[in-house]
């Protein structure tokens, strides 16, 4: 399914169409509220499991979190694995995945890592799940962008949320992602809900920037949940973007699409840059003249 959010999910404050929504949201929780309570949580004592979550819906950089703590882990000898559920329109994250580890998917979380307990994985990071009820998690993290941070506060569909945000109240690990906006506000929210969370920082660090020219010009697409983030940390290490494109998050490209955006290109004498999530989405017939900062580093810093 192509999803693209709705504008008025990220306004300051909800406006009229929340409003109209809000009923809806209200059900939802309300069913979300008693599944919770009636299903009943496994935890798994052969495997340690660390959900990276989110609350607002996409963009809010649980894959790359996951990649990271991975990769701490396999450091210090810890055989780690991802878990993933399936989902069809989600194939450019599980190939992120399986480039830097072994992935385990299936219909439902609890196949995949009954399947990574057989053979003999430590660790199994949970690439979403966060709204699972099925799984007790031995550690979770709560990730969120600090650009958008919760839009305008309302769950779905009224809103961005997949949960009330006065639920970080049963939360030990927030994650603040991005290009360190906001975080001084955003800190205050979180402590005024939940004063003993633990606050977590990941800035978007491309560690091969260095290959992109600064004094040319850059033509920016993306299908991602939040192109704007990706768009500030390419301007923050200096390149000159002069045009972006936003497509629906894990839109599938077709050739169309891509002529059209290097015909652009070619008129306006710019380079293209996209993401490498995107970048897997691409023909690679037509994909040599596009290029992506290939690893996005995360300081993991404890603010409070």
Not at 12 to 28: A, D, G, M
Request: charged share 25%; aromatic share 12%.
């Amino acid at each position: 399914m192509k999803f693209k959010k709705p504008k008025f999910w990220d306004y300051k404050k909800p406006n009229i169409i929340s409003y109209i929504l809000w009923p809806i949201s209200v059900i939802i929780q309300v069913i979300h509220f008693l599944r919770s309570i009636m299903q009943h949580k496994k935890k798994y004592s052969s495997i340690k499991t660390i959900c990276i979550g989110n609350i607002y819906l996409g963009g809010t950089g649980k894959t790359s979190l996951s990649l990271k703590i991975q990769k701490i882990l396999e450091e210090k000898k810890i055989k780690t694995c991802f878990v993933k559920k399936y989902y069809s329109n989600q194939i450019d994250e599980q190939k992120n995945l399986e480039k830097n580890g072994k992935l385990f998917t299936a219909s439902n979380r609890q196949t995949a890592i009954n399947q990574a307990i057989k053979q003999g994985y430590q660790i199994a990071i949970f690439d979403d799940g966060l709204q699972d009820f099925s799984i007790n998690y031995d550690l979770s993290f709560v990730c969120f962008n600090n650009l958008n941070w919760i839009g305008n506060g309302l769950t779905i569909p009224a809103g961005p949320l997949r949960e009330n945000i006065n639920n970080l109240k049963k939360y030990h690990h927030v994650f603040l992602n991005g290009n360190l906006e906001n975080l001084d506000s955003i800190k205050k929210q979180v402590l005024d809900i939940n004063p003993n969370i633990n606050l977590h920082i990941g800035k978007y660090v491309p560690l091969d920037i260095q290959k992109f020219n600064k004094n040319d010009n850059y033509i920016v697409f993306s299908g991602i949940g939040n192109n704007e983030t990706f768009v500030s940390m390419l301007k923050e290490n200096e390149l000159n973007i002069v045009k972006d494109i936003e497509f629906s998050d894990h839109y599938k490209y077709t050739n169309y699409d891509i002529d059209k955006i290097l015909k652009l290109s070619s008129e306006m004498k710019c380079n293209i840059i996209t993401t490498e999530k995107d970048y897997l989405r691409l023909d690679k017939a037509n994909s040599n003249k596009i290029d992506f900062p290939f690893h996005i580093s995360y300081s993991l810093k404890i603010l409070s």
